[in-house]
């Protein structure tokens, strides 16, 4: 007896990739169940909101309450404006990041200079350093600059995040791409301004894409900063989401899921939207061309 | 156009010394060849000249003036890289014209820019690739846009590093043949890096061997080739290699060769004798410069009377700093 020729594509039904095969299905129902459960949360009625069924008449009011004036009243929080102060502090944060980071990571891949290595590793340390670590001075010098609940304060403490990211991205684009590049330029006339600007950079757009959108994730998603050093004037998406549950007073589970969807929707279109460069972006880094 | 001299250039990267003291003048318009293995700083010298990279001590005077720290962009000098350096984002085209919209090396108008451009691509053969990204080209094609970039402008000094090295052997006879009859190259003083034999003798004005970054002879394409100084210059021209042969002096002649080859000269010393293969005993040395096709034809004169055309010997007491293996 022959084996049989399988086509290209085709796999062997053994007891081993029928396993393998339910393993994989396994792991995405079980954690793609909490968004699932989001999702069927957000559409409940309050009456319904703690049940445990996943049969109930769905409604779409928890969406309209979370953003309406009536929902800020019930609830105290006002959503639209933390989505608002969210946009602000997150784009603030990415944007300090690039103007700040690009230069220097094109410095640090560029030139080797004394301590470079050490300021590059500094900057790193920043990510390993547990956030609750820096919050009380953080709060104390807040409070003292007026930066508490303060947009600027927002962007300036999430910019502590997003600009590792962003220098350490970076960094590795700009050491891949040939000096020779930008050596060429120099001799075509062009001063290191204009070959940085010119040639380098347009060569690195996937790279800032890529870690333009990262750093926006991690400035949006960031909960402790904006819970410590906010308090209803700046207030992000995050924080805002929580207070849904309500502190001391009464929890609106479903309203909690509706706002939480709704914040994450952000990010998400952006990611959609500059998915092309993302793709290539954090290939290109990662492979030496 | 412009004379160049380098004064006791001395560069190092790291613990790796790079360039040696190394000094050297090129006459204007000269078309000067550097030659010598990968590794010996032929790149290396030629950034030191670009001012790509800075040199740890020496000078470098371009048309009499010191340029020594003076930034690429203002020394006038055209460079083209063994890695083309094509600007990937940009069409050929554009990448032809970027020299010319820099304002630093003339000003030119979009019509003098196609007229230029033109020019040189029709030259190079390559007027059908102008709206083609550098990613479209072979590599052969990459190397002549490359070399197109540089000839498009007027420069003091054209730097060549390794231009032919990319294209197929044909193509690389052919262009070498042309590279010669380059109008702006004959006018312009060249500063050309390979480590091909056939390419430096076949094109230069002037070779200078490199090795481990020091400059180890300097001259015209026939000294280096019939009087070199060691035997690493020796066997860094020729393919196959230079005939050595160890040989003893005794009644007045060199003698090797168990005895079938007797050359009169003064007794004394142990004696290096180095003979070009294809020159054989004839007159004149008839294989240059095309020794690649020559056979080998090994030891079958016999007994001449002093040293035949196409033969060297030294004593190892005269070129004391000469080593012979």
């Given at each position: 007896m022959?084996?049989r020729?399988?086509?290209p594509?085709q796999?062997?039904l053994t007891?081993g990739?029928?396993?393998?095969d339910?393993?994989?299905?396994?792991?995405?129902?079980?954690?793609l169940?909490?968004?699932?459960?989001?999702?069927?949360?957000?559409?409940?009625?309050?009456?319904?909101?703690t049940?445990?069924?996943?049969?109930?008449s769905?409604?779409?009011?928890?969406?309209s309450?979370?953003?309406?004036k009536?929902g800020?009243?019930?609830?105290?929080?006002d959503?639209?404006?933390?989505l608002?102060?969210?946009?602000?502090?997150?784009?603030?944060?990415?944007?300090?990041?690039l103007?700040i980071?690009?230069?220097?990571a094109?410095?640090?891949?560029r030139?080797?200079?004394?301590?470079?290595?050490?300021?590059?590793?500094q900057?790193?340390?920043?990510?390993?350093?547990p956030?609750?670590?820096v919050?009380v001075?953080?709060?104390v010098?807040y409070?003292q600059?007026?930066l508490?609940?303060?947009?600027?304060?927002?962007?300036w403490?999430l910019?502590?995040v997003?600009?590792?990211?962003v220098?350490w991205?970076?960094r590795?684009?700009f050491?891949d791409?040939?000096p020779?590049?930008e050596?060429?330029?120099?001799l075509?006339?062009?001063?290191r301004t204009r070959a940085?600007?010119q040639?380098?950079?347009?060569?690195?757009?996937?790279?800032?894409?890529?870690?333009?959108l990262?750093?926006?994730?991690?400035?949006?998603?960031?909960?402790?900063?904006?819970l410590?050093?906010?308090?209803?004037?700046?207030?992000?998406?995050?924080?805002?989401?929580s207070?849904?549950?309500?502190?001391?007073?009464?929890?609106?589970?479903?309203?909690t899921?509706?706002?939480a969807l709704?914040?994450a929707?952000?990010p998400l279109v952006l990611?959609?939207?500059i998915q092309?460069?993302?793709?290539?972006?954090?290939?290109f880094?990662?492979?030496?061309? | 156009?412009?004379?160049?001299?380098?004064?006791?250039?001395?560069?190092t990267?790291g613990k790796?010394q790079?360039l040696t003291?190394l000094s050297?003048?090129l006459g204007?318009?000269?078309?000067?060849?550097?030659l010598g293995?990968s590794g010996a700083?032929?790149t290396?010298?030629?950034?030191?000249?670009?001012?790509?990279q800075?040199?740890?001590s020496g000078?470098?005077?371009?048309?009499?003036?010191?340029?020594t720290?003076v930034e690429?962009?203002h020394?006038?000098?055209?460079?083209?890289?063994?890695?083309?350096?094509l600007?990937p984002?940009?069409?050929v085209?554009?990448?032809?014209?970027?020299?010319?919209?820099?304002?630093r090396?003339?000003?030119?108008?979009a019509?003098?820019?196609?007229?230029?451009?033109d020019?040189v691509t029709?030259?190079?053969?390559?007027n059908?690739?102008?709206?083609?990204f550098?990613r479209?080209?072979?590599n052969?094609?990459r190397?002549?846009?490359?070399?197109?970039?540089?000839l498009?402008?007027p420069a003091d000094i054209?730097?060549?590093?390794?231009?032919l090295?990319?294209?197929d052997?044909?193509l690389r006879a052919?262009?070498?043949?042309?590279?010669?009859q380059?109008?702006?190259?004959?006018?312009?003083?060249?500063?050309y890096?390979?480590h091909?034999?056939?390419?430096?003798?076949?094109?230069?004005?002037?070779?200078g061997?490199?090795?481990?970054?020091?400059l180890?002879?300097?001259?015209?394409?026939?000294?280096?080739?019939?009087r070199?100084v060691?035997?690493?210059?020796?066997?860094?021209?020729?393919?196959?290699e230079?005939?050595?042969?160890?040989?003893?002096v005794s009644?007045?002649?060199?003698?090797?060769g168990d005895?079938r080859i007797?050359?009169?000269i003064p007794?004394?010393v142990?004696v290096a004798?180095v003979t070009?293969?294809?020159?054989?005993?004839?007159p004149?040395i008839s294989s240059?410069?095309?020794?690649a096709v020559a056979a080998r034809?090994?030891w079958r004169?016999?007994?001449p009377?002093?040293?035949?055309n196409?033969?060297?010997?030294?004593s190892s007491?005269t070129?004391?700093s000469?080593t012979w293996t």
């Amino acid at each position: 007896m022959t084996a049989r020729v399988l086509m290209p594509g085709q796999k062997r039904l053994t007891p081993g990739s029928v396993a393998a095969d339910l393993l994989t299905l396994f792991w995405f129902a079980f954690s793609l169940f909490p968004i699932a459960w989001m999702l069927l949360l957000s559409l409940k009625s309050d009456e319904e909101q703690t049940t445990t069924y996943f049969r109930f008449s769905p409604t779409l009011g928890n969406y309209s309450t979370v953003l309406s004036k009536r929902g800020t009243d019930l609830t105290s929080v006002d959503f639209k404006g933390a989505l608002l102060n969210s946009v602000l502090a997150a784009g603030g944060a990415v944007l300090v990041s690039l103007l700040i980071g690009i230069p220097a990571a094109y410095a640090a891949g560029r030139w080797k200079f004394r301590g470079s290595e050490d300021l590059m590793f500094q900057m790193l340390s920043f990510r390993f350093a547990p956030e609750l670590m820096v919050i009380v001075p953080l709060f104390v010098i807040y409070h003292q600059l007026g930066l508490f609940d303060s947009t600027v304060g927002m962007v300036w403490v999430l910019q502590l995040v997003t600009m590792p990211l962003v220098v350490w991205i970076l960094r590795s684009y700009f050491q891949d791409l040939a000096p020779e590049l930008e050596q060429a330029a120099l001799l075509d006339g062009y001063t290191r301004t204009r070959a940085f600007l010119q040639v380098a950079l347009p060569l690195v757009r996937p790279g800032i894409a890529a870690s333009a959108l990262l750093a926006f994730i991690f400035a949006w998603n960031n909960y402790v900063f904006p819970l410590i050093l906010t308090d209803s004037e700046a207030t992000t998406v995050t924080v805002a989401v929580s207070r849904f549950l309500g502190g001391g007073g009464q929890a609106f589970y479903n309203l909690t899921a509706a706002a939480a969807l709704l914040g994450a929707l952000p990010p998400l279109v952006l990611a959609l939207t500059i998915q092309r460069y993302l793709v290539r972006g954090l290939s290109f880094g990662a492979v030496k061309a | 156009m412009a004379t160049l001299e380098l004064h006791d250039v001395t560069k190092t990267y790291g613990k790796v010394q790079a360039l040696t003291d190394l000094s050297l003048a090129l006459g204007d318009g000269e078309f000067f060849v550097l030659l010598g293995p990968s590794g010996a700083g032929k790149t290396t010298t030629l950034k030191s000249v670009a001012g790509l990279q800075e040199i740890d001590s020496g000078r470098v005077t371009i048309g009499g003036t010191d340029m020594t720290g003076v930034e690429p962009y203002h020394r006038n000098v055209a460079m083209a890289f063994e890695s083309y350096a094509l600007y990937p984002q940009k069409t050929v085209f554009d990448n032809l014209a970027s020299p010319l919209r820099s304002g630093r090396t003339g000003t030119y108008d979009a019509d003098e820019q196609r007229r230029r451009i033109d020019l040189v691509t029709t030259t190079l053969g390559i007027n059908h690739l102008l709206q083609r990204f550098p990613r479209e080209l072979s590599n052969g094609q990459r190397q002549r846009v490359a070399l197109g970039r540089v000839l498009v402008r007027p420069a003091d000094i054209y730097l060549l590093d390794e231009p032919l090295s990319h294209l197929d052997a044909k193509l690389r006879a052919a262009m070498r043949a042309e590279l010669k009859q380059l109008g702006q190259m004959s006018n312009t003083t060249t500063f050309y890096v390979t480590h091909d034999y056939q390419e430096a003798l076949a094109l230069g004005d002037r070779i200078g061997v490199l090795r481990e970054g020091r400059l180890v002879q300097v001259g015209t394409p026939l000294e280096v080739w019939s009087r070199p100084v060691d035997s690493f210059v020796a066997k860094a021209l020729g393919q196959p290699e230079i005939n050595m042969i160890d040989a003893r002096v005794s009644d007045g002649r060199i003698r090797a060769g168990d005895g079938r080859i007797a050359v009169p000269i003064p007794a004394g010393v142990d004696v290096a004798a180095v003979t070009r293969s294809g020159s054989g005993c004839g007159p004149g040395i008839s294989s240059w410069p095309a020794p690649a096709v020559a056979a080998r034809t090994g030891w079958r004169c016999r007994a001449p009377s002093g040293l035949p055309n196409g033969w060297a010997g030294w004593s190892s007491s005269t070129y004391g700093s000469a080593t012979w293996t």
